[in-house]
């Protein structure tokens, strides 16, 4: 199973929309979103990423879509209103506080718990899990995926493992399932962590995405009716390096490299 998420295009925050670059980006997308095999499209209720999505969608007539809630921003709330986001922390706050670092309690520390954090990341975690499982991709409680009606990957035998075969440029195997997410950048990160093991902090913190960049995980299945993601590609942006079209800093606090 290949699962892509696509931050929505540079954006008009005051209107939940793109901006006049952000128009420019997308078409840069969609002229390579609408070359892929996809299986279903799935995006974010609000503006920006819808806004990112319809070109594509209007070109692939013959693809599912679907909005899910709960690939909405992921927000910190505090007493049933929006505060803002539950990242951007400066350096001495966010290294001082050693459960952010935790998969199972960054949402226990006392900053998270001042809002209503949790539930909103279990709002996330169920809604992918949910997802997956329609594709027979089943969450158990070691953490990975059980896989129902698995196709093995034809490359591997266990019982006659070929030596260096990680080391094999091209592996012949054609993904039979292709998830493709209009989202956001705090949202996949949520995600993300969820699906690697990681908390979703150190990846809000550490990690940048830019404005219609694409971000590529696929399964690893070597062993019957076994599957974990693995990130193979994180804010790509070649549609706009090869467009001339300068990559987006929304959300980021320094200077993009610019190859244009």
């Not at 609000?46 to 809630?69: C, D, F, H, M």
């Not at 590529?216 to 079209?245: K, S």
């Amino acid at each position: 199973m290949r699962l892509i998420f696509i931050r929505h295009g540079d954006p008009d925050y005051k209107n939940d929309d793109v901006t006049e670059k952000g128009k420019r980006e997308v078409e840069l997308l969609t002229n390579r979103v609408t070359k892929w095999d996809i299986t279903k499209i799935c995006c974010s209720p609000l503006g920006r990423a819808q806004a990112t999505a319809k070109p594509s969608i209007q070109i692939l007539k013959n693809i599912k879509v679907e909005i899910y809630p709960w690939l909405q921003e992921f927000y910190y709330y505090q007493n049933g209103k929006k505060t803002g986001v539950c990242w951007d922390f400066l350096p001495e706050f966010y290294t001082s506080q050693k459960k952010f670092f935790d998969k199972d309690k960054w949402y226990k520390s006392s900053h998270m718990k001042k809002g209503d954090v949790h539930n909103n990341y279990k709002k996330v975690c169920n809604g992918i899990d949910s997802l997956l499982a329609e594709y027979g991709y089943i969450r158990n409680k070691k953490g990975f995926y059980t896989v129902q009606n698995q196709k093995l990957n034809p490359n591997f035998d266990p019982n006659n493992k070929i030596e260096k075969y990680q080391l094999v440029s091209e592996k012949h195997l054609k993904e039979d399932t292709t998830l493709v997410f209009f989202c956001h950048l705090g949202v996949m990160f949520t995600i993300i962590g969820h699906l690697t093991g990681v908390s979703p902090v150190q990846l809000w913190q550490g990690f940048y995405v830019a404005p219609t960049s694409v971000t590529v995980l696929n399964t690893e299945e070597r062993l019957p009716e076994q599957a974990y993601f693995r990130v193979e590609r994180l804010g790509d942006t070649n549609h706009l390096t090869n467009g001339g079209e300068p990559i987006s800093s929304s959300g980021y606090f320094t200077d993009i490299l610019s190859e244009i």
